[in-house]
């Protein structure tokens, strides 16, 4: 069976006791023989650091914009202080994981993105080319991957911060994953009256998108949602890690949670 991919948004992983229930229910599944591909985000980690650093901090549409000095902040944060600190945490879990970036193994390569009304978002990127190759060896070997949202440019070789939404659609495109999952703080995707959708469709995404009703950082998601659904991912679910087991029921029970998307 081909992996799930499971995005994990920075917001999730600084707290630590729905960190430890995540990390917990990983354990299980990977006792039922699942394998697994974690991309993991950094945004409040991020933040803080600019903040300590006096950086400040700008977002257009739900996107980082990301200048070279926030470009280097983004680069230590997700590749040398979360995905590193992710990985001894699941090995205090009796998992063996590698930490990565999206240049390693040239796996990730990216296109400077340019936002729809031609504003400059700087060092923001775009997956435009997978070479899973690296991911493969690492499942082979028992070893989960560990992802961080970061990408080389295919013009200058420079990093680039590639939003974390998009990039686990571009992970579960590259792996041909059975079911990507992205884990939130806020359970599903809500409609204009407040209430969890339970299912969505491409094209009430697209309404949701269009009419403004989705907003923030739920915009990018519900982009990547897209994405995937476009490289071949038909299970993809939008999960609150609140939740209790909200991986084990989606992984192994199937269970019907949070916000299911479907072409």
């Known amino acids: 069976m081909n992996p799930v991919v499971i995005k994990l948004g920075g917001s999730v992983l600084v707290d630590a006791t729905l960190r430890r229930q995540l990390l917990q229910q990983l354990v299980e599944i990977r006792d039922a023989n699942r394998e697994l591909v974690l991309v993991h985000g950094g945004g409040k980690q991020i933040a803080n650091l600019l903040e300590q650093l006096k950086i400040e901090s700008h977002f257009h549409d739900g996107l980082r914009i990301t200048d ?3 470009r280097d902040v983004v680069q230590m944060v997700l590749a040398g202080k979360v995905g590193k600190d992710l990985v001894a945490e699941l090995a205090s879990f009796g998992i063996e994981a590698a930490g990565i970036a999206g240049g390693d193994g040239l796996s990730f390569l990216a296109s400077r993105v340019m936002a729809a009304d031609r504003t400059d978002l700087g060092f923001v990127g775009e997956i435009t080319e997978s070479r899973p190759r690296l991911i493969s060896t ?3 070997a028992g070893i989960v991957p560990v992802i961080a949202c970061l990408a080389l440019g295919m013009d200058d070789w420079s990093y ?4 974390g939404d998009q990039m686990a659609a571009a992970v ?4 041909k994953a059975s079911q990507l999952i992205f884990v939130t703080d806020v359970g599903g995707v809500r409609g204009e009256d407040g209430a969890q959708i339970a ?3 491409a094209a009430a995404i697209r309404d949701l998108l269009a009419t403004g009703v989705a907003s923030g950082g739920m915009r990018p998601k519900l982009r990547a949602c897209l994405e995937a659904l476009a490289g071949g991912i038909e299970d993809i ?3 609150g890690a609140s939740h209790p087991g909200c991986l084990r029921e989606s992984i192994l029970d199937r269970a019907n949670i949070g ?4 072409t």
């Open 160 to 163: 680039y911060n590639v939003n």
């Open 259 to 262: 916000t299911a998307i479907t």
């Open 172 to 175: 579960a495109a590259a792996c």
């Open 138 to 140: 690492l499942l082979a």
């Open 68 to 70: 070279e000095k926030t």
């Open 237 to 239: 679910r939008i999960v």
């Open 199 to 201: 299912r969505l469709s």
